[in-house]
């Protein structure tokens, strides 16, 4: 496994903009067919070109495993239907105000660190449609948990503050190595840099030596 440096609509934010599982990778409508060829080739993924909310924010506003997909209540019928019709992941509809899902949730095929502010009933919906363990907890004093926490099935990156109890609990729920780590020289939401899957780990490309190096513990130990 690979970490590779990429950049999206020019800056280093493609966690913002594209949701990757190990077979599939979302990207928005009109994205350039040169950049997702490298996409493909890097995580081993079929691309596929789509909004969310009729918006380019597929990474912010959606949470994806090899089991499942979650969408926010905002998006459209037609992106709905496109995923139930172009994959064969169990499509979802998370009904909750907290309409970026992705801030707020962090799964891979194993369990979800979800924030404090869902309900019982939005976790009920995530363990069912992701096939996962589900629980709640703050990280680093942030309710945000998909922005502080990003994972594979073998590994996770934390916010650079968080607590090492937390962070016992997280990889033992999560089932993976987990490290703390920065994205992007210095940035502390780690998922608005990195795509991962269980082939490859795509960062932007103002990750710096060190930060590679955290993350290579991360995800490759």
């Not at 992007?184 to 060190?210: F, R």
């Amino acid at each position: 496994m690979d970490i590779i440096k990429y950049d999206v609509y020019r800056g280093p934010n493609l966690g913002v903009y594209i949701s990757v599982n190990d077979s599939i990778g979302l990207v928005p409508m009109g994205f350039a067919q040169t950049k997702a060829d490298k996409l493909a080739k890097y995580l081993d993924i079929e691309i596929h070109h789509t909004a969310i909310a009729n918006t380019r924010l597929i990474g912010a506003l959606s949470v994806m495993n090899n089991k499942g997909v979650l969408l926010p209540t905002t998006a459209y019928q037609n992106e709905y239907d496109y995923l139930k019709a172009e994959t064969d992941l169990e499509v979802g509809v998370l009904d909750t105000k907290f309409n970026a899902l992705g801030n707020v949730i962090c799964a891979n095929d194993k369990g979800a660190i979800v924030s404090p502010w869902l309900s019982k009933q939005d976790c009920q919906t995530i363990s069912d449609v992701l096939g996962v363990e589900v629980i709640q907890k703050k990280i680093a004093g942030f309710n945000q948990t998909g922005v502080v926490l990003v994972a594979n099935d073998s590994g996770a990156a934390i916010h650079p503050e968080a607590d090492e109890e937390d962070m016992k609990v997280i990889a033992n729920v999560l089932g993976t190595n987990i490290e703390q780590s920065s994205i992007n020289n210095g940035i502390p939401y780690v998922s608005s840099g990195i795509l991962v899957n269980n082939h490859c780990v795509v960062v932007g490309s103002l990750t710096s030596g060190p930060e590679i190096m955290m993350l290579t513990r991360a995800f490759l130990n």
